[in-house]
């Protein structure tokens, strides 16, 4: 499901129309990508927790030459499915 088919089926459940489905998701998206860059967490009861980690820096090796590089470290979210949602 893309975006488009997203904000349709959001207006049909809710009984909205799509562009105010589409503001309501965009909405939703740019609080959720704020509170992640803040190194927040997001838990939604039911869906899932949204959270950013840090992967440390590590040692990697090229798979065409097999020299050694460093992979520097950075940021990532990660998904925790919630027990409801893996029924």
Do not use: C, W, Y
Request: proline share 2%; no cysteine.
């Amino acid at each position: 499901m893309n975006k488009v088919e997203l904000i349709s089926a959001v207006a049909e459940k809710a009984g909205m129309t799509k562009v105010d489905a589409r503001k309501a998701i965009d909405a939703v998206l740019e609080v959720s990508k704020d509170e992640l860059k803040k190194d927040g967490k997001i838990a939604l009861v039911g869906f899932g927790t949204l959270s950013v980690l840090t992967r440390p820096a590590r040692q990697g090796r090229n798979p065409r030459t097999g020299k050694t590089i460093k992979i520097a470290a950075k940021k990532i979210v990660k998904f925790k499915a919630a027990k409801d949602l893996l029924k």
